[in-house]
T-cell receptor
């Protein structure tokens, strides 16, 4: 299944590092999302992009910076993260409209040391 | 109060058993509902969409009670491969809210 791809799949970084997560969707969708999933907690919506425009920033700290250059690609730039930011970061896409459904990428498992 | 509430489980059932999960949500205006399945260390995958009072797909039946703000998932004839966490998802005008999930362990 390659509808939504994410790279890297695993990432270990120090608190002073800068890294970026990449997501690409091959489904022709017009909305993309970043979610954070920590152990034993529900998925937390971070950012939403509709037609490349950010429509939702769910009170996410500025050390997370999203970028959506086109409707197929989504990035999450990371800098000066904290150990509590360690989590699974999931990208999803959907086609806006009735009966909208989200499809997820495999996620990037991030460990901040 | 959480937007979507689920019993975390785990539900430990033998193969062949019937098991039901419940989910409640807090917004009576919610339009669409979904059940996703998430295997350990994997991404959530869509299991069923629930747009009307309910629907059935093979061994899986989802039911929706809009008045009670309640969604259920019934799995009949459980298989070992059904072991996973089942996420209830509610769409409030294109904003998706996820429950914490209910863990199912199907044992031989």
């Amino acid at each position: 299944e390659t509808g939504v791809t994410q790279t890297p799949r695993h990432l270990v970084m120090g608190m002073t590092n800068k890294k970026s997560l990449k997501c690409e969707q091959h489904l022709g969708h017009n909305a993309m999302y970043w979610y954070k999933q920590s152990a034993k907690k529900p998925l937390e919506l971070m950012f939403v992009y509709n037609f490349k425009e950010q429509t939702e920033n769910n009170s996410v700290p500025s050390r997370f910076s999203p970028e959506c250059p086109n409707s197929s690609h989504l990035f999450l730039h990371l800098h000066t993260l904290q150990p509590e930011d360690s989590a699974l970061y999931l990208c999803a896409s959907s086609q806006r409209g009735p009966q909208e459904t989200q499809y997820f990428g495999p996620g990037t498992r991030l460990l901040v040391l | 109060r959480k937007e979507v509430e689920q019993d975390p489980g785990p539900f430990n059932v033998p193969e062949g058993a019937t098991v039901a999960f419940n989910c409640t949500h807090s917004n009576s205006a919610s339009q669409s509902f979904f059940w996703y399945r998430q295997d350990c260390r994997k991404e959530p995958k869509l299991l069923m969409s629930v747009y009307s009072s309910g629907n059935e797909d093979g061994r899986f039946t989802a039911q929706l009670n809009r008045a009670s703000q309640y969604i259920s998932l019934l799995i009949r004839d459980s298989k070992l491969s059904d072991s996973a966490t089942y996420l209830c998802v509610v769409d409030n005008f294109n904003k998706f809210y996820f429950g914490s999930g209910t863990k199912l362990n199907v044992k031989p």
